[in-house]
């Protein structure tokens, strides 16, 4: 309950930006100053002053002066907080249900333990206890053990054995779509049990009390015989969610459609197609039962190579998501023209080919499919949010047009996680699971986010959070190093269970639900270099082109230029000042290459290392992209694949890779293909816009390419960004909030360096503090600079900096030590990493520059906000007076209306909360503010309990009691 009040009080800010707010006091020994970047500076620090040389743009295109200051895309910034431990039962949880109780206000979860074969039930606020009830699903049967739900229960059935594997959780109910197995020889003596299809059953919260089991429906094997008997099935996305009719509560009528999703890695074939369903579920209010209308099948194939991922509801149609792999991965519509009356096929219309083609039946063209795996409710009734399956996006929203034959439009929603190391093909994301409860009243979502290279390891998977439906951010890394199945919104805690936890080791985490700013547009930081792309002074154009026939190439406008969309007309917007050019390709054009890009000229050859290629991509046809890029000297080929499916939004690609075997003197030539890796040609059309080609260097801000006949490698300098700070005393503090953009450097490019600097707190030269991250060893490094030398080296761990990151360091300076706190990518299971330095700096600090000491090396970063105060004002420890695991510092600088009388202590917690006169803050306190719950009659005097002095008495006046416990 303990973020409740930030709710109320964090309203004003998310409607629109947040602010800094002066601190008043009587100078630098007691003032809090800070800065907040948004599109422009505002709080009580002086400006920070921008030196760069060139002119560039914004993301959106936007010119920007040669010094100006250049913003980031807007996106959402979290309060971070800490993951706690509550449970350290041994469990391997393989699948999770969590939603409301029937009085839609009450969390309800359950988790299918695969050690035990049990289903674990919480019916309230708190999992860290034991589980409300457990059903034991290990049924016996004549020596032989299967799984079912319904072992022990008046309906368990002689042949027939359910175990849940995919649902979701309707008020009170509890909807499981398992894997049926039947007992294929149906002698007692002689058990084989086979899996045979898909089945819906509910767990129903009765009216009297108590719970019940029902079968709602029995699907039909696949086929209608025994073509699919035996083959393993259904993953969590098969039935993620349900959709509301409407929005609003309570909630009456949803729809719920379902797959019946085969992969069974131990046959030679494992994908065989699948199957499509769809049912109501309604109740006449939300005191009544639900009750389930006819499971209708849509639709089944039997394919090898395909399976049937997830499938979503809007007014306009049920979209199905089907893979796998190029050749196989298609979206099917299926459009309905009275919902009243769904069950009559006769109402139904399928539409092929409404993302992708018709699986089997290329027709007049192929096109390629986006690849998505789960499927929850997007933003409004028409739109869906879908994971990615091997996207370079992690999660997209699909809108349903009004005319299925204008297809689906994908929008991504989170960007590139994780960067490509040299030589790697496999920058492709999974976000098959994600969490939101209660769509039809809420839009808060978590997801789950993680890279499918085993090289990368599960430290990189990300839990991501959006309170809208749209705006997501990261919000946590996974607290253990095991992979974790799922994130859960339960009540207000974000909850993560855990595969194979052993004994003594945690199986369940828990953290506060983390508040969210409206979107923000942090100052952007970028490093300089070479730009080896050149183009002809003539005509704007890169030089050295090769067009595969059947393709073409279109010039659009040259760098820095300006021109019209060339389909809808509008403003191009292209965030690069590189030239760009219309792409496109019939089916059948042979051949892979669609374009080449020559770099010309005496000095045309990149040295030895890591090559950067960077480029923009914009779809505006209906299909996705599979894009080859390719470094090459004519001979040896390094390469990236990048998987696209937005539409009309541009997307920046970064392709690193080893030039280290290139041919000594080459010319070298980028190559943007379309990847045929399965042997099938498809159509395309997009737009790119390529960048900039860098050596051995952090990929740059916008730059234009070199303008002549001649490369000579001109090198342009690194964005210098520098924050003045006051006056300040020998005791003080300083904290950042950063974050690594989403085209940036992180660790997995840590071939082109180790070392990732963010900012110098600097005095002068002989006395600073400068601040990097290993990105090998996944720490914070604090290199304390004494008479122009470095004294010492403050490590702080459990720092992996991962793409899109917040990053938090909180620098407290005492007479004789450095201590220093981080946060990066969010929670970790063991809360602020903290490191100590022995050593102080002589000279105090002056400002805070973005890079390394001399702005030598800079890194691309966004800053979002920066406090300056003496320890008597920040404080030099972490404090969390409202017990929300969140630090005050932090909060404040988020929401600064929380301290409104600026002096560093959240409000909450300066309140009188003892209401007994008693001398301290406890249940007594409590049992005091009951006595007076309630409206106020003459507010404030006559409402002692009113302690907010919002005219009532209710749970915000509780939860400062508990914020001023003592």
């Known amino acids: 309950m303990a973020r409740i009040d930030r709710i109320f009080w964090s309203l004003a800010v998310a409607v629109g930006s947040v602010v800094g707010v002066a601190r008043a006091g009587d100078g630098p020994d007691d003032s809090l100053l800070t800065a907040t970047f948004d599109g422009g500076q505002t709080g009580d620090l002086a400006p920070a002053q921008v030196t760069r040389g060139y002119a560039t743009i914004d993301p959106t295109g936007a010119a920007v002066t040669a010094d100006g200051a250049r913003y980031e895309s807007a996106r959402v ?30 969390p309800v979860l359950a988790m299918f333990d695969s050690f ?62 398992c894997e049926r197995k039947h007992d294929v020889n149906e002698d007692p003596g002689n058990r084989d049990w086979q899996a045979e299809g898909v089945s819906l059953l509910t767990y129903r919260h009765l009216l009297g009390g108590g719970w019940q089991w029902s079968i709602e429906y029995d699907g039909p094997p696949l086929g209608g015989d025994a073509t699919a008997l035996g ?26 459609p379902f797959v019946d999703y085969i992969n069974d890695s131990d046959k030679p074939e494992p994908k065989k197609g699948g199957q499509l369903f769809i049912v109501e579920a309604t109740r006449a209010s939300a005191a009544a039962e639900w009750s389930f209308g006819p499971t209708v099948p849509l639709y089944e194939s039997i394919r090898d190579g395909e399976h049937f991922h997830s499938a979503g509801w809007t007014p306009r149609g049920v979209v199905l998501g089907i893979g796998d792999g190029q050749a196989n991965s298609e979206v099917k519509l299926f459009t309905c023209s009275d919902w009243d009356a769904y069950d009559d096929l006769g109402n139904w219309t399928r539409h092929d080919g409404f993302h992708g083609v018709a699986a089997g039946d290329p027709g007049p063209e192929l096109r390629i499919a986006n690849q998505f795996w789960g499927c929850i409710p997007g933003h409004d009734l028409n739109t869906l949010i879908v994971g990615a399956d091997l996207l370079s996006g992690s999660h997209l929203e699909i809108t349903v047009p009004v005319d299925p034959a204008d297809g689906a439009t994908f929008t991504r929603l989170h960007g590139q996680e994780i960067g490509t190391g040299a030589n790697s093909n496999l920058d492709f994301l999974i976000g098959e699971w994600m969490h939101r409860p209660a769509p039809e009243r809420s839009t808060a979502v978590v997801a789950r986010v993680y890279h499918q290279a085993p090289s990368f390891g599960a430290k990189h998977s990300r839990i991501l959070f959006s309170d809208d439906a749209r705006n997501f951010t990261t919000i946590a890394r996974v607290p253990t190093p095991t992979k974790s199945p799922v994130a859960l919104l339960y009540g207000d805690s974000v909850v993560v269970p855990y595969f194979n936890s052993f004994p003594g080791s945690v199986s369940i985490h828990r953290m506060t639900r983390p508040v969210l700013t409206a979107p923000r547009c942090g100052l952007a930081v970028g490093p300089g270099g070479t730009n080896h792309l050149w183009v002809s002074s003539a005509s ?11 393709a073409t190439r279109t010039f659009i406008q040259p760098g820095g230029g300006s021109a019209n969309h060339p389909v809808t007309g509008a403003p191009l917007n292209a965030p690069t000042l590189g030239p760009v050019y219309r792409l496109q390709r019939a089916e059948d054009a042979p051949g892979t290459t669609v374009l080449d890009v020559e770099i010309a000229g005496p000095t045309a050859s990149l040295p030895p290392g890591t090559a950067s290629v960077s480029f923009w991509v914009n779809i505006i046809g209906p299909e996705g992209v599979w894009l080859t890029a390719e470094l090459t000297d004519g001979s040896t080929v390094a390469e990236g694949i990048f998987k ?8 920046r690609c970064v392709l690193s890779v080893d030039t280290s075997d290139f041919v000594a003197g080459y010319v070298p030539r980028l190559r943007l293909g379309i990847a045929d890796n399965e042997a099938e040609n498809y159509a395309c059309d997009f737009l790119v816009a390529v960048e900039a080609m860098h050596a051995n260097e952090y990929p740059g801000y916008p730059i234009a390419p070199i303008n002549g006949g001649v490369n000579d490698g001109s090198a342009y300098s690194a964005e210098h960004v520098a924050q003045p700070l006051p006056a300040l005393g020998p005791e003080h503090t300083i904290e950042l909030s950063m974050r690594l953009p989403a085209t940036g450097f992180d660790e997995s490019m840590r071939n082109l360096a180790r070392y990732l600097p963010l900012a110098t707190i600097w005095g002068d030269a002989d006395e600073h503090l400068r601040l990097e991250a290993d990105l090998l060893l996944g720490t914070l490094l604090g290199h304390v600079t004494n008479g122009g030398v470095v004294t010492e080296t403050i490590s702080v761990p459990r720092f992996v900096v991962k793409r899109l990151d917040q990053v938090w360091i909180r620098a407290a300076f005492t007479g004789s030590a450095v201590n220093l706190y981080a946060l990066c990518g969010g929670s970790t299971a063991e809360g602020i990493a903290v490191g100590t330095a022995g050593a102080a700096l002589a000279t105090t600090p002056t400002e805070v520059r973005f890079g390394d000491a001399s702005f030598g090396t800079v890194a691309p970063l966004e800053i979002l906000s920066i406090a300056v105060a003496p320890n008597s004002a920040l404080g030099g420890e972490i404090t969390d ?44 306190d409590i049992i005091a503010l009951i006595a007076l719950w309630g409206d106020c009659v003459d507010p404030p005097t006559g409402c002692p309990g009113d302690l907010d002095e919002n005219g009532n008495v209710g749970f915000s006046d509780l939860l400062i009691i508990i914020a001023n416990w003592s």
């Open 77 to 106: 910034v979290a309060s971070l907080g800490a993951w706690e431990a509550v449970s350290t039962d041994s469990r391997s949880v393989i699948s999770t249900w969590c939603g409301f109780d029937r009085d839609d206000a009450t």
């Open 116 to 177: 035990s074969s049990t289903m674990e039930f919480w019916i309230g606020d708190d999992v860290a206890g034991p589980a409300t009830f457990t059903i034991d699903m290990r049924r016996n049967d004549a020596g032989t053990t299967v799984r079912d739900a319904l072992n022990g229960d008046p309906l368990q059935l002689p042949h027939h054995a359910y175990e849940p594997k995919a649902g979701t959780v309707l008020p009170g109910t509890f909807v499981f779509l």
């Open 231 to 256: 083959w393993k099935r259904l993953r969590a996305a098969a039935l993620q969610s349900y959709y509301p009719r409407e929005l609003g509560s309570p909630l009456l009528s949803a729809f719920i």
């Open 540 to 550: 704007g154009q890169l030089t050295g082109f090769a067009s595969t026939p059947g």
């Open 644 to 651: 696209l499916a937005e539409r009309d939004q541009w997307v």
């Open 881 to 924: 007076c409202d017990h929300d695991g969140v630090a005050d510092s932090q909060q404040i600088l988020l929401f600064p209306e929380l301290d409104l009388d600026g002096n560093g202590i959240l409000d909450i917690c300066e309140v009188d909360a003892d209401l007994n006169d008693d001398g301290t803050v406890n249940f007594g």
